[in-house]
């Protein structure tokens, strides 16, 4: 494999990444964990979703390695754990005018 046949896979993961991004509710999901952990349902109530949704995004944003969870007792709290989606989501709100989700409800 040359670097040619590498830089075309890894342009190939990214855009799978992304488009898995590409959705309201994960970037919404993504807002809100940046600013602390949440269960899936305390996401899915502030998405407006359902729980059973909520935790199908929670688990693509895991396949990308967007997101870790923890579990704490008997709840599972998620947490971002891609550090450059901070500044990802710092050009969209700068671009889209979208303000930083406030931190209530997550830790």
């Excluded at 830089?7 to 919404?28: Q, V």
């Excluded at 990308?64 to 969870?69: A, E, K, R, W």
Aim: hydrophobic share 35%.
């Amino acid at each position: 494999m040359n670097s040619t046949d590498s830089e075309t896979d890894a342009f190939r993961e990214a855009a799978e990444c992304l488009k898995t991004l590409g959705h309201p509710a994960r970037l919404r999901i993504i807002d809100l964990l940046l600013q602390g952990r949440y269960t899936v349902g305390e996401l899915a109530d502030a998405c407006s979703i359902p729980s059973h949704v909520a935790s199908e995004h929670l688990r693509l944003l895991k396949i990308c390695g967007f997101l870790g969870s923890e579990r704490d007792g008997r709840r599972i709290y998620y947490h971002v754990s891609e550090p450059h989606l901070e500044d990802l989501m710092g050009c969209l709100r700068s671009r889209f005018g979208v303000q930083a989700t406030g931190s209530s409800g997550g830790e």
